[in-house]
């Protein structure tokens, strides 16, 4: 007990503002590009076919709005509960089996949601193994004889998406009780509470940022999620843009539901910055013990288990398993030579994504910590909300600004050069590449901003005192310090662009096919075992980034060699 | 490692650029571009006839949405030759936002009936499917439902299935209800047709049957080659042994019929050619392969019915023009959601 701690409200902003105004500018160009789709689609809500919302709201709103508040509570509590409790237990307590669980608990984050919505509805309806072997158990031989929950509802929409969206919770959370300090913890103890009783009053209000910002990203992926919610008949906001769009061919009046959307989105971030507010922590000590590990004995040591185990089987092992099941039954019908291309351009995109994201992440991040400026964190803010998008709506918002560049390029080409120079931009790879940035940049941006809010500004000062200037500081001090925290953010970018559907679908050039658009053929018409192995080989490449990260995390305790 | 970092990302995007660059160049000399709201899976064999046969490749994006807005943007500049749909909703959308150019062929004008082609030859159906009602062999008797207006009988509640009721074979359904019947008994009619359902919409046409043979209901609405589909897999035969098809309304206007069907792009690069395809589409050889892999109904006459599909039997179609029905689905799809159908 010899350690000292700090926790040091940070007051003060680094600021250098000499240098950094080509940061601040960088930044703000960067800011702005990303924000382009979203500007496209407010230029589409300008020009609607015609008003939609007399008719919304007198028949079909209420209901979108309900579902979609419903919906996001109910993956808000899930994954709060599964992500919390289970990374409480395999950071603080000691029990059988906790280093597996500890990486394996990210595992559900490589299913794609409509993955694993489509098997369980095969597993668990009426003709499935499930309900087949109750009723030869029972001897039933009629539906009416015996009660069964349907899947396909609100309560089966909510656990699948909390089925392998209770990571980001777990992942984050981890990463932030690995860091607190077991003084605070210890204090508590000493001061009479309970490790019960600790957790509450100490360690989880320590961890409150990460548990926000992790159930932030869960829920605006639920409110984007298509796939899972059509499947199940679940009428969202999101079904809402794609009836008014496809079926009342009036785009402009989707992009106005997509927007009423985006202020759900800006409202949750709101909410987020505001209970962070005056809670901003660095911690200063760089001598750290070992956790505490409680060990867990009699039925405590069993409900840990228990507790741990249940996402991964259902989240992933079951999942997993029903599709190489399948797999194996088609394997010769599926295992082309045209499935290795697939899995390539998958690899390709994916990784691209990943580090453009993670590149302009600390570009931007670093930006407004050299500054400080309020615009541009606010613009930082705002350039994030392209996850909250529907994938099919951003494809589209890319589009516009992409396709219009190239047009106004190859007019400006045809009249001074007498040279076209046609679609440069659209529909090839980098339109993609680009949507995937615009949609994943939060994602892998939690990273880079946790990261680089922990380390102290005296930090900067003495560096720059010491005659390095912002970039030899970034490379030389921060990159070091965070370098956990990229490698996460990339990896969970590389995982969701894998599994990334509807803006491919839609910007792709000819003849171009990810994993996921050949899964999707099959799964869109419900043939699921025809494209089982496309949807096993998304899950098995999003493994082991998933592992690499659960490394990472472990590692990212401070003074971790030592312990 | 911050440089590292850039380089890598520099690196990156000059490997996108070059890559995309390859794929543009890597295309044949002879080629046709197709953008597609149909599966590869389904089209594939008609397009690789085509090839085999002329030489000239067949380039694919396939996209269950936004292709439309794909086009708009991309304007005089599109790389799209054709549009491909399973729906004439999606057609006539795109026709109406100018995106088209009209087709004079001779070729499609003998091969395709008036009533399953645009007036001004901006789209062509190329094969059509009934939408049939799906019965219970054991628990519907014969004759029990003989018309679409049967299915809000009160006698049935709680034993149909359905998909989504704004699903674009539905709405092309309800477009000819209203046609028939008015909007004001068209409403009615998916009043009581919601009353009878036995859950809540949801699944594809196939998983209607599987319900039906599950036992959850009685009836189901889908297109006829799901049940060509079913007949073919080794699991599925069971679904499809346990309904029989019923052909709605033949004693009187006949049974809905949608289409799937092709247009040109307005600005196709590669006119010739995507005429060339336009044209083997209809072909007898590409006719035959549509009915006897997909089995859909061929547009054009006297091209052989797979011998699955012949075993339904013939039927009379309903003749309303498809123009109709695309006007009318703005309109349907607002009924859906003014009864709540989906609920």
Redesign the interface.
């Known amino acids: 007990m010899s350690e000292t701690i700090e926790l040091q409200p940070a007051q003060r902003q680094v600021s250098f503002s000499r240098n950094s105004l080509r940061w601040v500018v960088g930044a703000f160009a960067i800011a702005g590009f990303v924000l382009l789709p979203v500007a496209a689609i407010i230029w589409l809500a300008f020009n609607p076919e015609e008003n939609i919302w007399p ?2 709201i007198s ?2 709103l209420p ?1 979108y709005v309900s579902n979609t508040l419903v919906l996001m509570l109910g993956v808000g509590l899930g994954t709060i509960t599964g992500g919390v409790m289970c990374a409480w237990f395999v950071t603080m307590c000691n029990f059988p089996g906790k280093r597996i669980f500890e990486w394996a608990l990210l595992l559900p984050l490589a299913m794609p949601a409509y993955v694993v919505a489509y098997v369980y509805t095969d597993l668990l ?3 499935g193994p499930v309900q087949t072997s109750l009723r030869y158990l029972f001897d039933w031989k ?2 009416s004889e015996y009660w069964f929950p ?1 899947i ?1 509802t609100h309560g089966g929409a909510i656990a699948m998406l909390s089925l392998v969206l209770y990571p980001y919770v777990y992942m984050l959370t981890r990463a932030a009780f690995l860091q607190q300090s077991v003084c605070v913890l210890e204090a508590g103890r000493v001061l009479g509470r309970s490790p019960w009783a600790c957790f509450w009053s100490v360690a989880l209000p320590l961890a409150r940022p990460a548990l926000v910002v992790g159930t932030a990203l869960a829920m605006m992926e639920t409110l984007n999620d298509f796939g899972t919610i059509d ?3 679940v ?1 969202t906001l999101t079904a809402g843009i ?2 008014v ?5 009036n ?1 402009g009046g989707a992009a106005q539901i997509a927007l009423v959307m985006l202020l759900f989105v800006i409202g949750l971030l709101w909410i987020e910055r505001a209970s962070r507010k005056g809670q901003k922590y660095h911690s200063t000590t760089t001598r750290y013990k070992a956790l505490p590990g409680y060990q867990l004995k009699g039925w405590h040591k069993y409900f840990a288990i228990v507790a741990c185990s249940s996402p991964i089987l259902f989240g992933f092992l079951i999942p997993a398993g029903t599709l190489a099941f399948y797999a194996a039954r088609r394997f010769e019908e599926s295992w082309t030579s045209e499935f290795f291309g697939y899995a390539l351009n998958s690899l ?1 995109l994916s ?2 994504a990943a ?2 994201v ?2 302009v992440g ?1 570009f931007m991040a670093y930006a407004v910590r050299l500054s400080g400026q309020k615009g541009l964190k606010t613009a930082t803010r705002l350039a994030s909300v392209g996850y909250a998008m529907p994938g ?1 709506v951003l ?2 918002g890319v ?2 600004p ?3 560049f ?2 106004f390029l ?1 007019g400006q080409m045809r009249s001074l050069f007498d040279v ?1 120079t ?2 440069l ?6 339109a993609i ?1 680009f949507a995937y940035t615009v949609r994943f940049l939060t994602v892998g941006m939690g990273g880079v901003e946790t990261g680089l809010a922990k380390v102290t500004p005296n930090m900067d000062d003495a560096s720059r005192m010491l005659g390095e200037g912002p ?1 030899g500081t ?2 030389r001090v921060h ?2 310090l965070i370098r956990g925290g990229l490698l996460g953010g990339a990896i969970l970018v590389f995982v969701d662009s894998m599994k990334e559907l ?1 803006a491919t ?8 096919d990810t994993l996921a ?1 050949y899964v999707y ?2 799964a ?3 043939l699921l075992e025809e494209c089982a192995l496309g949807a096993l080989t998304i899950v098995i490449a999003g493994i082991l980034p998933v592992i690499l990260l659960s490394r990472s995390i472990r590692a990212s305790r401070p003074g971790h060699e030592q312990s | ?3 590292d ?2 380089g ?2 520099a690196a ?2 000059i ?3 070059s ?2 660059g390859l ?2 160049t890597s ?1 044949a000399a002879e080629e046709v ?1 197709v953008y597609s709201y149909r ?3 389904l089209i594939d064999p008609m397009f690789d006839a085509f090839t085999k046969e002329t030489g000239i490749a067949v ?9 439309e ?2 086009i708009k ?7 799209a030759d054709l549009i491909m749909s399973v729906d004439i ?2 057609l006539s ?1 795109i026709v ?1 936002k100018g995106l088209t150019q009209p087709v004079e062929s001779e070729i499609l004008e003998t091969a395709i009936p008036a009533n399953l082609r645009s007036t001004e030859n901006q789209w062509f159906a190329l094969t059509t499917r009934a939408r049939i009602v799906y019965a219970s062999k054991d628990r519907v008797p014969e004759g029990d439902l003989t018309t679409y207006e049967d299915l809000a009988d009160p006698k049935f509640k709680g034993r149909i299935c359905t998909r ?1 009721g ?1 699903h ?1 074979y539905n ?1 092309a359904l309800i477009a000819s209800m209203i046609d028939v019947h008015g909007e004001a008994k068209t409403e009615e009619w998916l009043k009581g047709l919601k009353a009878n359902l036995a ?6 046409d ?2 209607q049957v ?2 039906i ?4 209901c009685d009836l189901s609405i889908g297109n006829t080659y799901y049940m060509g589909k079913m007949m073919s897999d080794k699991k599925q035969i069971e679904w499809a042994n346990s309904v029989r098809i019923i052909f709605p309304n033949q004693e009187g206007r006949g049974t809905h019929i949608n289409v799937s069907g092709v247009s040109m792009a307005k600005y196709a690069p590669n006119r010739e050619n995507a005429q060339k395809l336009m044209e083997f589409l209809v072909s007898d050889k590409a006719q035959a392969l549509y009915a006897e892999l997909n089995f859909e109904y061929p547009v054009k006459e006297g091209v052989e019915w797979s011998p699955v599909v012949n075993t339904w039997g013939q039927f009379k179609t309903d003749d309303i023009s498809l123009d109709t029905i695309a006007s009318l ?2 309109e349907a ?2 009924l859906i ?2 009864v ?1 159908f ?2």
């Open positions: 008719h919304l028949t079909m209901r309806e009426y003709a009629l539906k349907d396909r499947f199940f008949a009428h794609f009836d769009w496809l079926n009342m061919s785009i390709f990784s691209a580090i453009l993670i590149v600390v099919a494809a589209i589009l516009i992409f396709a219009g190239d047009n190859d076209s046609g679609l931009l659209s529909g090839t790879v980098i590449i970039l970034l490379r990159f070091p509807p679908l839609i910007l792709r050039p000819f003849n171009y658009t053929q099959f869109s018409d419900e | 490692m911050k440089k970092l850039l890598l990302g990156i995007a490997a996108a650029v890559i995309a794929m543009k295309q571009n599966q590869p899976f380039n694919v994006v396939y996209a269950k949405k936004g292709l807005q794909r943007q991309e304007g005089p500049n599109s790389p909703g999606r959308s109406n989504a704004n674009s709405l859950r809540k919409p949801q699944g594809n196939r998983a599987k319900a043979w599950q036992g959850e689905r703005d799809s607002k959601d003014k709540g989906n609920e």
